[in-house]
């Protein structure tokens, strides 16, 4: 233990001694380390640590299926939910959620100002699903989600911080709230706080209602609209293959039962519930994890050349200790050393880098990282940097260690030895490692360039519209008006916008483009009482007149909305996209066809350029535009071009 501590002692006062080479080594190794460390941050709280859920790996997402449609992952109906969980036989529990990022909730006030509640909708058993608690008061149960009953709400940490000044006595008190519920303005008691580490089913939800809430008004409670998903617990020794080949089963006798709303929704998809979270997010972290690696190995092949050259320099210092009987392991053991104590600066260094690169890594990914909150330098993170810098050692030190530990005495003592060494000494393995590096280098450069590829075709596809100059403004109709009312309200407050000095064209929208939250409506070339040869599933948009001109959304045949439809009450009309059109009629032209939204006929107006409603990764799925007249939603988006 006394020579160790010699050693460590040495090797300090060497690293003082030329601290320019130090430096430049430990800064080298602080950035490999600290790359690596801050991607495995991520990688831990994604896709290593366990869910904040009491036995986790038992959770599923449950999902219909149908092949016919290209869907893979789609909801469910309350009539086939409630069918399923009457009779399945491998879940524990069975629970449904409704939640659509910036149309779910509604204004809030009696705290604070008036807040925009972003609400998830949740069935009485979601909580008792995942087994998760309140922090303060209690979670929704079964009697909550019944009407007449269901006025309570569960709050975000976030919420109770931000809005009641994390009020010690938040439990029990009342806010009131528009369209949370399809009856206007509603007082609502909250009966409890959620943990911050609880954010499900997304980061976004302030608040947790009962699903009983969501009314035929808000969502119309038919077979074939599907709008709820569905989480389960499996029950103990049952895996999601055997919860998959049941509920399939089930669905295939739903299908034959109700063979017009459920015709080619026949089988389930049953995944882990941390697999539906993480999605493309695990793959993308894999790939960065390895392009650091092989960093940090540059970084090792860089340090190696380091002391592969200053080695040289250490010639007669290494043969003058042989000459006085050191062995060859000792001096390997004192460079050793010497590495080591370069490999423990350099990781404390990179721990302190990867705090910023987390930060920066969090910053750059825009949210799409899940459980991004708890992301952080924790005693885990901190034990992975400590054992990859104790990995990496051996990588740069042991070959610089044994070249310069193999000294000729006789030679290196002789006067001069030490210059006409310093040339060849080395040489061929610095070559070597130089090589290394190169390819590594090219290797990721060409990843890169790939990289930067499809980040360029990425930014430059086509989004479908324009938001230069558009301003968007959420709103939400007062309680009490309800038909004619409410969409004249709505009317008149498009017509005061489009007054406005500046103000070039005024739409509205239930939905937000990119935001994918189009509702999954089922459209049919016959009524729906009859089985028809084609049953087009499409995203359905609620717009207003002025929507496809405030974001200048191209028109490819026929027209849009207009004010005049409204006035002559031809509002049994509506708009599809190219995709839809070309899917449905082929060469065909769709202007003037008869398209049936359940029991009513509608004629195709006019045919619209495809917009990525599902973000600019996805392909422009089939759309058909519906006016507001016909569908009226209580919650609007104003998009404003200037």
Not at 587 to 592: Q, R
Request: charged share 15%; with cysteine.
């Amino acid at each position: 233990m006394e020579t160790l501590f010699q050693d460590f002692r040495y090797g300090v006062r060497q690293l003082a001694k030329y601290p320019g080479f130090s430096i430049i080594a430990v800064l080298t190794l602080a950035l490999g380390m600290g790359a690596n460390t801050a991607v495995f941050s991520v990688i831990y709280a994604v896709l290593v640590r366990p869910l904040p859920y009491h036995d986790s790996q038992h959770l599923v997402r449950v999902y219909e299926a149908n092949a016919e449609r290209g869907v893979q992952h789609g909801v469910f109906s309350p009539q086939d939910f409630d069918d399923l969980k009457a009779s399945q036989t491998v879940f524990q529990n069975l629970a449904a959620f409704s939640f659509f990022p910036g149309n779910s909730g509604g204004t809030m006030v009696g705290a604070g100002e008036p807040h925009y509640l972003s609400t998830a909708y949740v069935s009485g058993d979601f909580f008792s699903t995942l087994e998760v608690s309140a922090q303060k008061g209690r979670v929704l149960f079964q009697h909550d989600d019944v009407k007449g009953q269901n006025q309570v709400l569960v709050i975000s940490h976030g919420l109770w911080e931000r809005q009641f000044g994390s009020d010690p006595n938040v439990v029990g008190r009342t806010v009131r709230a528009n369209n949370v519920s399809s009856t206007g303005w509603a007082t609502y008691t909250i009966v409890g706080v959620m943990p911050a580490s609880f954010d499900y089913p997304s980061p976004e939800v302030e608040a947790w209602a009962p699903l009983s809430l969501v009314t035929d008004d808000m969502v119309p409670h038919r077979r074939g609209i599907r709008w709820m998903s569905v989480i389960g617990r499996l029950k103990p020794g049952v895996t999601a293959q055997q919860a998959q080949t049941e509920t399939s089963l089930k669905l295939k006798q739903l299908e034959t039962a109700y063979a017009v709303s459920n015709a080619g929704w026949r089988s389930a998809s049953v995944v882990p519930l941390r697999d539906s979270i993480v999605g493309n997010v695990r793959a993308a972290l894999l790939v960065l994890f390895g392009a650091v690696a092989m960093v940090l190995l540059i970084a090792c092949a860089n340090i190696s050349n380091l002391l592969l050259a200053r080695g040289t320099s250490r010639l007669r210092e290494i043969a003058v200790r042989s000459a006085l009987g050191a062995e060859r392991a000792r001096v390997m053991r004192q460079l050793l050393t010497e590495s080591l104590l370069m490999a423990i600066v350099g990781s404390a260094a990179g721990l302190l880098l990867a705090s910023a690169l987390v930060r920066l890594l969090l910053a750059m990914s825009a949210g799409t990282i899940p459980y991004a909150q708890q992301v952080a330098i924790n005693p885990i993170v901190a034990a992975f940097c400590l054992g990859a810098s104790l990995l990496v050692w051996p990588v740069f030190g042991l070959m610089p260690a044994w070249k310069s530990s193999s000294v000729n005495i006789i030679e290196a003592l002789k006067e001069g030895a030490g210059k006409m060494s310093a040339g060849r000494r080395g040489a061929g393995m610095r070559e070597m490692l130089v090589i290394g590096e190169t390819a590594i280098a090219a290797m990721l450069l060409v990843a890169t360039g790939l990289l930067l590829n499809s980040l360029w075709r990425l930014v430059h596809v086509d989004p479908g519209f324009n938001a230069d100059h558009v301003l968007r403004v959420h709103i939400t109709v007062p309680s009490g008006l309800r038909g004619e009312q409410e969409h004249q309200y709505r009317a008149q407050m498009i017509d005061r916008v489009s007054e406005v000095p500046g103000v070039a064209a005024v739409g509205g929208s239930k939905t937000v483009p990119l935001d994918g939250s189009g509702e999954p409506y089922e459209f049919g070339l016959t009524p729906f009482t009859q089985r028809g040869p084609i049953r087009p599933s499409a995203g359905d948009y609620i717009v207003t007149p002025g929507y496809f001109e405030a974001l200048q959304i191209p028109v490819i045949a026929g027209r849009t909305f207009a004010k005049q439809d409204d006035v002559n009450g031809n509002n049994k009309i509506l708009v599809v996209n190219q995709s839809f059109a070309k899917k449905v009629w082929g060469a065909k032209d769709a202007v003037g066809q008869t398209l049936y939204v359940g029991t009513t006929a509608c004629q195709v107006i006019g045919v619209v350029a495809n917009v990525h409603n599902e973000g600019l990764a996805s392909e422009a799925d089939e759309t058909v535009y519906l006016p507001e007249s016909i569908a009226p939603r209580s919650s609007l988006n104003l998009f404003i071009r200037t």
